[in-house]
């Protein structure tokens, strides 16, 4: 079995279901909604926080690993091997707010991924301690040590991102369904005023769910599945954050503007797909933008 079979027979497994939904819920009231949860998603960025964030203490340990079989260099792996455990606090705390919001077997993966990520800190940390007692052999032996864990760990969370799509935009994916042509979404006076209405484009022999929005003479077209884990936002809402006119997705409260779909509220940071849109004798008519033709 390879690798990622591996990881995908233990994401199906619910052995841990038990310590991890306490641990989830821990996450979610230490950290509530609100502005500071929203810039651990990267609602702000455009895009997940967390692997951006990650790039230092993963960065840092590996250049001192290069350092420390430099004699001379020494000194500054311990600098590097210092700053990666620093920033490893914050990637962690963006880590964990994105992993309390997904699905169940990304969750499993998380709590795998998590526990790795402690060990190689805890060596990190190990290291540090001796160096300053002067064991250099120790330290780098631990170092090294951490280095082999964080390197599996980030294994497990490049898993997470692109076999699982965690941090992936669902609503990209599903824009890449449909056609380039222009779709008729009917008639502009049967569209609800004010709230989201279910529509749907032709795509690669299925339907793809779209979400419209009438506001006025104006419509808004949205693909329907929600980019942070495809929820259907045909039954969301319409409201203000933030003070911005929102599509609110049903399932975990992200808010995308209804002027260009640019995240307002998290969990989700990637934007929600948005159509181009004419009226052509009362109708509404609706295609990609250009990016995906």
């Not at 690798?3 to 497994?13: C, E, K, Y």
């Not at 990666?84 to 699905?103: L, N």
């Not at 824009?175 to 749907?200: K, N, Y």
């Not at 949205?222 to 969301?236: K, M, R, T």
């Amino acid at each position: 079995m390879s690798l990622m079979g591996f990881l995908d027979r233990i994401a199906d497994v619910s052995t841990f279901d038990k310590a991890i939904e306490p641990a989830r819920k821990a996450v979610q009231t230490v950290l509530k909604p609100g502005m500071v949860k929203d810039v651990l998603h990267g609602t702000w960025l455009g895009h997940p926080l967390h692997p951006v964030l990650v790039q230092v203490p993963v960065g840092s340990w590996t250049s001192a690993g290069l350092l420390d079989a430099v004699p001379p260099l020494r000194p500054a792996a311990t600098v590097l091997i210092a700053t990666g455990v620093a920033v490893s606090v914050p990637a962690a705390m963006s880590g964990a707010a994105d992993w309390s919001e997904q699905e169940i077997g990304v969750r499993r993966l998380g709590a795998l991924h998590a526990v790795s990520n402690v060990a190689a800190l805890g060596l990190y940390v190990g290291s540090l301690v001796a160096r300053a007692k002067g064991r250099g052999t120790l330290g780098r032996v631990l170092s090294y040590a951490g280095l082999g864990v964080a390197t599996g760990s980030a294994a497990i969370g490049g898993h997470m991102s692109y076999a699982q799509s965690s941090g992936a935009s669902h609503a990209a994916t599903a824009a890449r369904a449909l056609t380039s042509d222009w779709i008729d979404l009917g008639p502009l006076d049967d569209l609800p005023e004010g709230r989201p209405a279910l529509r749907t484009g032709d795509g690669s022999g299925v339907s793809v769910p779209l979400a419209a929005v009438r506001r006025g003479g104006r419509v808004d077209v949205f693909v329907g599945a929600c980019s942070h884990l495809a929820g259907p936002l045909y039954e969301g809402s319409v409201e203000e954050v933030r003070g911005h006119a929102c599509l609110v997705c049903p399932w975990h409260d992200s808010a995308f503007d209804l002027d260009d779909g640019e995240p307002r509220r998290g969990p989700a940071a990637n934007p929600q797909e948005k159509l181009e849109v004419r009226m052509e004798a009362g109708r509404v008519m609706a295609r990609l933008p250009a990016r995906h033709q």
